[in-house]
C-alpha cells in the first residue's frame, strides 16, 4: 500500500510534537515532508530565555536534529515558507516557487509577537523576542549598546529584561498597568514580584504609555504620552502574541483569532488539522506548550484513525517565570470573584505568599510566590477538580511532608502531572523508571521529555526517583549511563569489551544484558566507535550505527543538500586543484563556495544524488569535515615567507596531517600549527595547537573555539618536528582510549586534569613509547579514503542512496 503524503506547515513545537506521536502510533503510515520558515531544525522555543540569559547555548536547545529527521525519513525544507494552499487540488505552494501534493496537512504556524504600530517602531534595534535571531540581535546589541528598554512586563518582558541585565546592560521595564503580570497575578504577587526584581536591578516605568520612538536610523529614545523620554539603544517588544493565521486566511480556511479548529483539529477543510498556538479552539488561542502537548496527541490519533476519545477539551492555564531567584507560579482563577473565596498565608519575613482561590468547595485557582513546591499538587487538584470539603484547609498550602514527613511524590496521583512543559505523569515516569531501570533524571529525561525544557520540575522528578528507587537510589544515582538502554557506564562497556574479547555490536548488547534489542542513537555510534578502538585490526566498521553525516561522507544542510569538503593538508592548495573545484563547482551549479574556519574550501548546495560524481570529479581525498575525526590542521605562513616566523609551521601541519588523517576519535579533532607566538594559526584554541619558537616547539591540548571556549593547555616543550608528531600520537592515543564517546578534548581534559595527562604522555616514557605503538597500529588499519572507495564500489553505492540510482560518467 502506497503511504499517504503528511505535510507539516511549521516546524515549530507543536507540529513536530505531533509528527513524534505520528510515528510512535503508526510509524510507516506517511510519507512526511515539513517546511519551517526558520533556518534551524525543532528547537525549544521555552529555552530561548535561558539562552539570553546565559544558562544554556543556542546548540543545546534543539529537541530535534537534523539526524533526527533523516532517521525518520522526513523531508525537511528549512528557511522556505508555504504561502497558500489550494485545498481542492491539495497542492501547497511555497515562496521558493516550488509546490508539493498532500493527502493530509497540518498547519501549526505559531504566533507572531505583537508589534506596538508606533511611529519609529520600524527602526533599527527595535525587536520582538520569538525566535533565535531576535535572541542573537539582542545577544550582539549588548556587546556594542548600554541602555534597553522592554516594552511590557508580563512573562516575556520580565524574562528578556532578566536576560539583558545579564548581559550587562542597564534595562527599563515599561510596563502600561500597575501590575506586572497582571494576567497571572494578584495585585498582592505582583508588588512583591516587582520588589524583588528591583532588588535585581531592573528599573520599572509603571502606568506608563508609549507614544513614539525616535531615533535617526537606529533607535536612541522613547517619549511617553506624558512627554517624558527615556534614551534606548534597543527596545523589545513583549507586550502580546497574534497566532499566525496568514496562510490559512490566504488559502479560503475559517478564521477569527486563530484558524477553527474542533476537538478533533480539524479545520473547516477537509484533511487539514491545525494545532498549537495559530489554533483556536472554543474560541480559545493559547500561548503555552502545555496545551499543545494534549493537542498533539488527538490530532495524531485522530489522523492514524485510532481512537481518539472525546477528543480535546481544552486546558486550564498554569504557569512559571523562568527568573533565577524568583519563583512564581500562577494557575487557573487566582482573582477573587464573588461566588470564590481564599485561602492565603503571606510571610513578609520569608518573602513566601501562597493563595488558593475555592468556589464550591473545589480549588479553581492559586498564585504561589518564593515558594512553589506546592504547584504541582495544586495544579492537579485544579485540573482534577478535587473536592477540598474534607481536608483542613491550611493544610493544603503546606508540603505533604511538613505534615507526615513523606515526600510530596508519595501523595500524587499516577495519572498526575510532574512535567507541565511536557506532559508527562507521574504515572510515565515511574513505568519508564521500572521498564527501563532508569537511574538518574538525565536518563529520565532522555527517555520521557520529563525536564527537557524550563527544567523547573528537576527537583519533583529527582525526588519521584527516590522515592520509585527506594534503597537502591543511593547507589544508582551519581552514575552516568552511556543511554537508558543499558545501566553501565562508558568506562564499564569498553571494560567489558577488552576483558570478554567482545567483537560485534549485537555481541555487546546481548552479553551485557542491553534492555532494547537494537539499542538507541547514543549507544550505537558509541559502541561502534568502541569496538574500532579496541580491535583497531579487526573490527569491521558498522556504517548503520554512524550518525547521518558519517554515513553520507558530506554534511547534510538545512535545505537537504550536502557540503563536501576536500581535504587540504596544512591548508596549502595549489592552482591544478583549484581548477578542478572550479570545474566542478560550474558542472555541478554548485551554489557557494566558501572558505571555511580550518582554511578549506567548502562547496555548499550539493544535491544528494551529484555526490559521488562531485567526488569523482574532484579526486581529492575526503577532508573529513563530517566525521569525529581528525578534521584540519590549520597552519600559519611560518618561516618560509613570514619575517617573524622560527619554524617551518606548514611543513609540520602537512606532516601532522598525513600523519593522522582519516583516524577516528571520540569527537572531532582540530589543530593548528604557528611559527610563532603571534599565533595566526590559533593554536590555543584547538584540541592539539602548536606554537613555534626558536628551537623549540610548544604542544598546547584541550582548547576549543566553539560554544564552549577554552583555551588549550601547555602540554610540553620539545625541539624536533618528529618529537611533536611522538608526543601528539601519545596524547590523541590516550584521549581515544580514554575519553567518552562524543567528549571533546576540552571536557576530557577538565573531567581528569591536566596534571595526570602529563604524568602519563609526557613523564612516563614507556607509556609514551607503548600509546605511540598502539596508534602506530590503529594508523596502520585504517581504511582507503572514503569517497575514492566509495566511487569504486556499486554495492556501497546501492546501500547509500538507496532510492536514487546513480550513473558515474
Ligand atoms: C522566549 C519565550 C519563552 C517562552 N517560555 C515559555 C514557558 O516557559 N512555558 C510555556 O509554556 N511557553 C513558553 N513560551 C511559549 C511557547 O514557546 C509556545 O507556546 C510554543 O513555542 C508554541 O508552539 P507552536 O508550534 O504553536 O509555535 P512555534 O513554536 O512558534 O512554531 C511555529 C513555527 O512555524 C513557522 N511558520 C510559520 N508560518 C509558516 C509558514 N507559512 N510556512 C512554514 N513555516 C511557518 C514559524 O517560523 C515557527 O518556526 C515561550 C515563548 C517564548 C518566545
Ligand atoms: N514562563 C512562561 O510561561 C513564558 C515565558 C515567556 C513567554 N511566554 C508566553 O509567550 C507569549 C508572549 O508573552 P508576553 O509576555 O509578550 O504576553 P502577555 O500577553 O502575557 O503579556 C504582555 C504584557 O504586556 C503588557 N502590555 C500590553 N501593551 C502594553 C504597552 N503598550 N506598554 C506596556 N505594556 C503593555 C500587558 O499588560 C501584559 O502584561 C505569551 O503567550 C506567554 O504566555 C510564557
Ligand atoms: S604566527 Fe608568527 S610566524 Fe606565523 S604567520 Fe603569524 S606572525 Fe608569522
Ligand atoms: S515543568 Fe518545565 S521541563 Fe518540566
Same mark, same amino acid.
Given at each position: 500500500? #502506497?503511504?499517504?503524503?503528511?505535510?507539516?506547515?511549521?516546524?515549530?513545537?507543536?507540529?513536530?510534537?505531533?509528527?513524534?506521536?505520528?510515528?510512535?502510533?503508526?510509524?510507516?503510515?506517511?510519507?512526511?515532508?515539513?517546511?519551517?520558515?526558520?533556518?534551524?531544525?525543532?528547537?525549544?522555543?521555552? &529555552?530561548?530565555?535561558?539562552?539570553?540569559?546565559?544558562?544554556?547555548?543556542?546548540?543545546?536547545?534543539?529537541?530535534?536534529?537534523?539526524?533526527?529527521?533523516?532517521?525518520?525519513?522526513?523531508?525537511?525544507?528549512?528557511?522556505?515558507?508555504?504561502?497558500?494552499?489550494?485545498?481542492?487540488?491539495?497542492?501547497?505552494?511555497?515562496?521558493?516557487?516550488?509546490?508539493?501534493? /498532500?493527502?493530509?496537512? *497540518?498547519?501549526?504556524?505559531? #504566533?507572531?509577537?505583537?508589534?506596538?504600530?508606533?511611529? =519609529?517602531?520600524?527602526?533599527?534595534?527595535?525587536?520582538?523576542?520569538?525566535?533565535?535571531?531576535?535572541?542573537?540581535?539582542?545577544?550582539?546589541?549588548?556587546?556594542?549598546?548600554?541602555?534597553?528598554?522592554?516594552?511590557?512586563?508580563?512573562?516575556?518582558?520580565?524574562?528578556?529584561?532578566?536576560?539583558?541585565?545579564?548581559?550587562?546592560?542597564?534595562?527599563?521595564?515599561?510596563?502600561?498597568?500597575?501590575?506586572?503580570?497582571?494576567?497571572?497575578?494578584?495585585?498582592?504577587?505582583?508588588?512583591?514580584?516587582?520588589?524583588?526584581?528591583?532588588?535585581? =536591578?531592573?528599573?520599572?516605568?509603571?502606568?506608563?504609555?508609549?507614544?513614539?520612538?525616535?531615533?535617526?536610523?537606529?533607535?536612541?529614545?522613547?517619549?511617553?504620552?506624558?512627554?517624558?523620554?527615556?534614551?534606548?539603544?534597543?527596545?523589545? &517588544?513583549?507586550?502580546?502574541?497574534?497566532?499566525?493565521?496568514?496562510?490559512?486566511?490566504?488559502?479560503?480556511?475559517?478564521?477569527?483569532?486563530?484558524?477553527?479548529?474542533?476537538?478533533?483539529?480539524?479545520?473547516?477543510?477537509?484533511?487539514?488539522?491545525?494545532?498549537?498556538?495559530?489554533?483556536?479552539?472554543?474560541? &480559545?488561542?493559547?500561548?503555552?506548550?502545555?496545551?499543545?502537548?494534549?493537542?498533539?496527541?488527538?490530532?495524531?490519533?485522530?489522523?492514524?484513525?485510532?481512537?481518539?476519545?472525546?477528543?480535546?477539551?481544552?486546558?486550564?492555564?498554569?504557569?512559571?517565570?523562568?527568573?533565577?531567584?524568583?519563583?512564581?507560579?500562577?494557575?487557573?482563577?487566582?482573582?477573587?470573584?464573588?461566588?470564590?473565596?481564599?485561602?492565603?498565608?503571606?510571610?513578609?519575613?520569608?518573602?513566601?505568599?501562597?493563595?488558593?482561590?475555592?468556589?464550591?468547595?473545589?480549588?479553581?485557582?492559586?498564585?504561589?510566590?518564593?515558594?512553589?513546591?506546592?504547584?504541582?499538587?495544586? $495544579?492537579?487538584?485544579?485540573?482534577?477538580?478535587?473536592?477540598?470539603?474534607?481536608?483542613?484547609?491550611?493544610?493544603?498550602?503546606?508540603?505533604?511532608?511538613?505534615?507526615?514527613?513523606?515526600?510530596?511524590?508519595?501523595?500524587?496521583?499516577?495519572?498526575?502531572?510532574?512535567?507541565?512543559?511536557?506532559?508527562? %505523569?507521574?504515572?510515565?515516569?515511574?513505568?519508564?523508571?521500572?521498564?527501563?531501570?532508569?537511574?538518574?533524571?538525565?536518563? *529520565?529525561?532522555?527517555?520521557?521529555?520529563?525536564?527537557? #525544557?524550563?527544567?523547573?520540575?528537576?527537583?519533583?522528578?529527582?525526588?519521584?526517583?527516590?522515592?520509585?528507587?527506594?534503597?537502591?537510589?543511593?547507589?544508582?544515582?551519581?552514575?552516568?549511563?552511556?543511554?537508558?538502554?543499558?545501566?553501565?557506564? !562508558?568506562?564499564?562497556?569498553?571494560?567489558?569489551?577488552?576483558?570478554?574479547?567482545? %567483537? !560485534?555490536?549485537?555481541?555487546?548488547?546481548?552479553? +551485557?544484558?542491553?534492555?532494547?534489542?537494537?539499542?538507541?542513537?547514543?549507544?550505537?555510534?558509541? *559502541?561502534?566507535?568502541?569496538?574500532?578502538?579496541?580491535?583497531?585490526?579487526?573490527?569491521?566498521?558498522?556504517?548503520?550505527?554512524?550518525?547521518?553525516?558519517?554515513?553520507?561522507?558530506?554534511?547534510?544542510?538545512?535545505?537537504?543538500?550536502? @557540503?563536501?569538503?576536500?581535504?587540504?593538508?596544512?591548508?596549502?592548495?595549489?592552482?591544478?586543484?583549484?581548477?578542478?573545484?572550479?570545474?566542478?563547482?560550474?558542472?555541478?551549479?554548485?551554489?557557494?563556495?566558501?572558505?571555511? =574556519?580550518?582554511?578549506?574550501?567548502?562547496?555548499?548546495?550539493?544535491?544528494?544524488?551529484? +555526490?559521488?560524481?562531485?567526488?569523482?570529479? $574532484?579526486?581529492?581525498?575526503?577532508?573529513?569535515?563530517?566525521?569525529?575525526?581528525?578534521?584540519?590542521?590549520?597552519?600559519?605562513?611560518?618561516?618560509?615567507?613570514?619575517?617573524?616566523?622560527?619554524?617551518? @609551521?606548514?611543513?609540520?601541519?602537512?606532516?601532522?596531517?598525513?600523519?593522522?588523517?582519516?583516524?577516528?576519535?571520540?569527537?572531532?579533532?582540530? &589543530?593548528?600549527?604557528?611559527?610563532?607566538?603571534?599565533?595566526?594559526?590559533?593554536?590555543?584554541?584547538?584540541?592539539?595547537? *602548536?606554537?613555534?619558537?626558536?628551537?623549540?616547539?610548544?604542544?598546547?591540548?584541550?582548547?576549543?573555539?566553539?560554544?564552549?571556549?577554552?583555551?588549550?593547555?601547555?602540554?610540553?616543550?620539545?625541539?624536533?618536528?618528529?618529537?611533536?608528531?611522538?608526543?601528539?600520537?601519545?596524547?590523541?592515543? /590516550?584521549?581515544?582510549?580514554?575519553?567518552?564517546?562524543?567528549?571533546?578534548?576540552? !571536557?576530557?581534559?577538565?573531567?581528569?586534569?591536566?596534571?595526570?595527562?602529563?604524568?602519563?604522555?609526557?613523564?612516563?616514557?614507556?607509556?609514551?613509547?607503548?600509546?605511540?605503538?598502539?596508534?602506530?597500529?590503529?594508523?596502520?588499519?585504517?581504511?582507503?579514503?572514503?569517497?575514492?572507495?566509495?566511487?569504486?564500489? @556499486?554495492?556501497?553505492?546501492?546501500?547509500?542512496?538507496?532510492?536514487?540510482?546513480?550513473?558515474? @560518467?
Amino acid at each position: 500500500m #502506497s503511504k499517504r503524503k503528511l505535510l507539516l506547515v511549521g516546524n515549530g513545537m507543536a507540529g513536530v510534537r505531533c509528527i513524534e506521536e505520528i510515528i510512535k502510533l503508526s510509524p510507516d503510515r506517511f510519507e512526511i515532508t515539513v517546511f519551517g520558515t526558520e533556518p534551524h531544525p525543532n528547537y525549544n522555543r521555552i &529555552m530561548l530565555s535561558s539562552v539570553l540569559q546565559g544558562d544554556t547555548s543556542v546548540d543545546d536547545i534543539v529537541l530535534n536534529s537534523y539526524e533526527w529527521y533523516a532517521e525518520n525519513n522526513i523531508r525537511l525544507y528549512t528557511g522556505e515558507t508555504v504561502i497558500t494552499i489550494d485545498t481542492e487540488k491539495k497542492i501547497v505552494f511555497t515562496d521558493k516557487n516550488r509546490s508539493f501534493a /498532500y493527502d493530509d496537512l *497540518i498547519i501549526a504556524t505559531g #504566533s507572531n509577537p505583537f508589534i506596538l504600530p508606533l511611529p =519609529g517602531a520600524d527602526k533599527q534595534g527595535v525587536i520582538g523576542f520569538r525566535n533565535i535571531e531576535d535572541c542573537e540581535t539582542m545577544i550582539r546589541a549588548a556587546e556594542k549598546y548600554q541602555r534597553a528598554v522592554v516594552i511590557g512586563g508580563g512573562l516575556l518582558g520580565l524574562e528578556a529584561a532578566r536576560g539583558l541585565l545579564n548581559l550587562g546592560m542597564e534595562v527599563d521595564v515599561v510596563h502600561i498597568l500597575d501590575h506586572l503580570m497582571e494576567r497571572q497575578l494578584d495585585p498582592t504577587a505582583s508588588v512583591m514580584l516587582k520588589t524583588e526584581l528591583e532588588k535585581q =536591578g531592573m528599573n520599572f516605568l509603571m502606568n506608563h504609555h508609549t507614544e513614539a520612538i525616535l531615533g535617526k536610523k537606529r533607535v536612541e529614545k522613547i517619549v511617553f504620552k506624558d512627554g517624558k523620554i527615556v534614551k534606548a539603544d534597543l527596545v523589545v &517588544m513583549a507586550v502580546g502574541i497574534k497566532p499566525n493565521i496568514a496562510l490559512a486566511k490566504a488559502s479560503g480556511i475559517e478564521t477569527n483569532r486563530g484558524i477553527v479548529v474542533n476537538d478533533y483539529m480539524e479545520t473547516s477543510a477537509p484533511d487539514i488539522y491545525s494545532l498549537g498556538e495559530c489554533a483556536e479552539h472554543r474560541e &480559545m488561542v493559547y500561548g503555552l506548550v502545555a496545551p499543545l502537548w494534549e493537542q498533539a496527541k488527538v490530532l495524531a490519533k485522530k489522523i492514524c484513525d485510532c481512537d481518539a476519545e472525546a477528543g480535546y477539551q481544552g486546558s486550564i492555564l498554569s504557569t512559571k517565570l523562568k527568573v533565577s531567584g524568583v519563583n512564581v507560579f500562577s494557575a487557573g482563577e487566582f482573582i477573587d470573584s464573588s461566588d470564590t473565596k481564599a485561602i492565603r498565608v503571606q510571610d513578609d519575613f520569608e518573602g513566601v505568599y501562597k493563595k488558593i482561590v475555592v468556589r464550591n468547595d473545589k480549588v479553581v485557582g492559586a498564585v504561589l510566590f518564593g515558594d512553589t513546591t506546592e504547584s504541582t499538587k495544586l $495544579l492537579n487538584m485544579i485540573n482534577n477538580g478535587v473536592s477540598v470539603a474534607e481536608i483542613e484547609k491550611v493544610n493544603i498550602l503546606q508540603s505533604t511532608d511538613q505534615q507526615t514527613g513523606e515526600s510530596i511524590v508519595a501523595s500524587i496521583a499516577d495519572e498526575e502531572i510532574i512535567c507541565g512543559c511536557n506532559g508527562v %505523569s507521574k504515572g510515565d515516569i515511574v513505568a519508564a523508571i521500572k521498564t527501563n531501570n532508569l537511574s538518574t533524571v538525565s536518563e *529520565i529525561k532522555d527517555c520521557t521529555s520529563a525536564s527537557r #525544557s524550563c527544567g523547573t520540575c528537576k527537583n519533583l522528578v529527582g525526588e519521584l526517583l527516590e522515592h520509585t528507587l527506594g534503597e537502591a537510589f543511593e547507589k544508582t544515582e551519581e552514575k552516568e549511563t552511556i543511554c537508558a538502554c543499558t545501566d553501565l557506564t !562508558h568506562e564499564e562497556v569498553v571494560a567489558a569489551i577488552r576483558e570478554k574479547g567482545l %567483537s !560485534h555490536t549485537r555481541e555487546v548488547m546481548n552479553v +551485557l544484558g542491553w534492555q532494547t534489542e537494537e539499542g538507541c542513537s547514543k549507544c550505537r555510534p558509541a *559502541i561502534n566507535y568502541y569496538l574500532g578502538m579496541v580491535h583497531p585490526i579487526d573490527y569491521e566498521d558498522e556504517r548503520e550505527s554512524r550518525f547521518v553525516n558519517e554515513r553520507m561522507h558530506a554534511n547534510i544542510q538545512n535545505n537537504g543538500t550536502y @557540503s563536501v569538503v576536500p581535504r587540504m593538508y596544512g591548508g596549502v592548495t595549489n592552482a591544478a586543484d583549484l581548477r578542478k573545484i572550479a570545474d566542478v563547482a560550474d558542472k555541478y551549479e554548485i551554489p557557494l563556495l566558501k572558505i571555511t =574556519g580550518g582554511q578549506r574550501i567548502d562547496l555548499l548546495g550539493v544535491k544528494k544524488e551529484d +555526490l559521488p560524481g562531485v567526488w569523482k570529479d $574532484l579526486d581529492m581525498p575526503s577532508g573529513y569535515a563530517y566525521g569525529k575525526a581528525i578534521r584540519t590542521v590549520k597552519t600559519c605562513v611560518g618561516e618560509n615567507f613570514c619575517r617573524f616566523g622560527t619554524q617551518d @609551521s606548514i611543513g609540520l601541519g602537512i606532516a601532522l596531517e598525513k600523519k593522522f588523517e582519516r583516524l577516528n576519535t571520540p569527537h572531532k579533532v582540530k &589543530m593548528g600549527v604557528s611559527a610563532c607566538p603571534r599565533n595566526c594559526a590559533e593554536s590555543s584554541i584547538k584540541d592539539v595547537g *602548536i606554537i613555534g619558537l626558536d628551537g623549540i616547539w610548544e604542544v598546547y591540548v584541550g582548547g576549543n573555539g566553539g560554544t564552549d571556549l577554552r583555551s588549550a593547555e601547555l602540554l610540553c616543550k620539545v625541539k624536533t618536528a618528529d618529537e611533536v608528531l611522538e608526543v601528539v600520537a601519545a596524547f590523541l592515543q /590516550y584521549y581515544r582510549e580514554n575519553a567518552k564517546y562524543l567528549e571533546r578534548t576540552s !571536557h576530557w581534559l577538565e573531567r581528569v586534569g591536566l596534571d595526570h595527562v602529563k604524568a602519563v604522555v609526557i613523564d612516563d616514557g614507556t607509556a609514551r613509547a607503548q600509546l605511540a605503538e598502539r596508534m602506530e597500529l590503529a594508523l596502520a588499519a585504517l581504511i582507503q579514503d572514503p569517497w575514492k572507495d566509495f566511487i569504486k564500489n @556499486s554495492k556501497k553505492q546501492e546501500e547509500l542512496f538507496q532510492t536514487t540510482s546513480l550513473q558515474l @560518467s
